[in-house]
């Protein structure tokens, strides 16, 4: 026998399935979230890596620009320490007086890089060369940068912005902002997909449930249809005709 559900009972499915559909939106926005975060980030820092590893004398970039942390206040109030600034490479040849350049600093290490401004465009040895200073520095840098020591000039800066990178280069940051976001999405995906499972699960037993009672109703009706049928009546003799 074929029941109904109360009106209860559907209300209460009902919510069900608007809740479950609440939750599978807001998984998959959060998923997108993850991806968009994520995905530009590991890119742009496993090119950035791969780059610096086959040009080492050059500063690795995208497109000709590149990003700095800046780590000491020589440039403040302009530019703060823990800052991530943009700069993009340039012919030295079109740089001004006034201009904020990175450059390998000639009187350090030959790796390390200085962000400063042109006070003064001279020669060094016939080659085109400039004079730097700080902002907050109380004398010119001591030697002369020439040309081929110029990185690229400033662009802009997004605050505090290198404090995050800096501990993006830890072990910690590496859980926090690489391992830990891949473990949510893989989770996520998971997650996703064991709902889409059992959604398609409870659809099949649901139908199959239907499917049973259409043929059990079908049955049932063949079966009343046959007690209902009147039983073939045989006609009786005639008697014989007056002779």
């Known amino acids: 026998m074929k029941t109904q559900n109360t009106p209860s009972e559907v209300a209460t499915a009902a919510k069900k399935e608007q809740s479950a559909s609440k939750s599978g939106r807001l998984l998959t926005v959060i998923g997108v979230i993850i991806c968009a975060l994520l995905l ?3 890119t742009v820092n496993v090119t950035l890596i791969i780059r610096s590893y086959i040009n080492k004398d050059e500063v690795p970039s995208i497109g000709g620009v590149f990003p700095l942390i800046v780590l000491t206040d020589s440039m403040y109030p302009y530019i703060h320490s823990g800052d991530l600034i943009i700069c993009r490479q340039v012919d030295p040849a079109t740089l001004q007086v006034g201009d904020v350049v990175s450059f ?3 009187s350090g290490n030959g790796t390390s890089i200085v962000t400063h401004r ?3 465009i001279t020669e060094e040895d016939g080659e085109l060369a400039f004079i730097t200073q700080g902002d907050a520095n109380n ?3 001591r030697l002369p940068v020439k040309a081929e020591k110029i990185s690229g000039v400033y662009m802009t800066r997004v605050p505090k912005a290198g404090n995050v990178a800096m501990f993006l280069q830890t072990t910690a940051g590496l859980i926090v902002c690489v391992v830990l976001p891949m473990v949510l999405l893989i ?8 709902k889409f499972e059992k959604s398609n699960k409870q659809d099949n037993d649901a139908l199959m449930k239907e499917l049973e009672e259409l043929r059990a109703l079908q049955a049932q009706r063949a079966a009343a249809a046959a007690v209902e049928a009147p ?7 005639k008697d014989g005709a007056d002779s």
């Not at 039983?231 to 003799?237: C, I, R, S």
């Open 139 to 141: 004398s010119k840098d």
């Open 231 to 237: 039983a073939p009546t045989e006609a009786a003799p």
């Open 40 to 42: 530009p980030i590991l």
């Open 104 to 106: 390998f600093d000639p």
């Open 118 to 120: 042109i006070l003064e």
């Open 187 to 194: 989770g996520f995906d998971l997650l996703r997909t064991r």
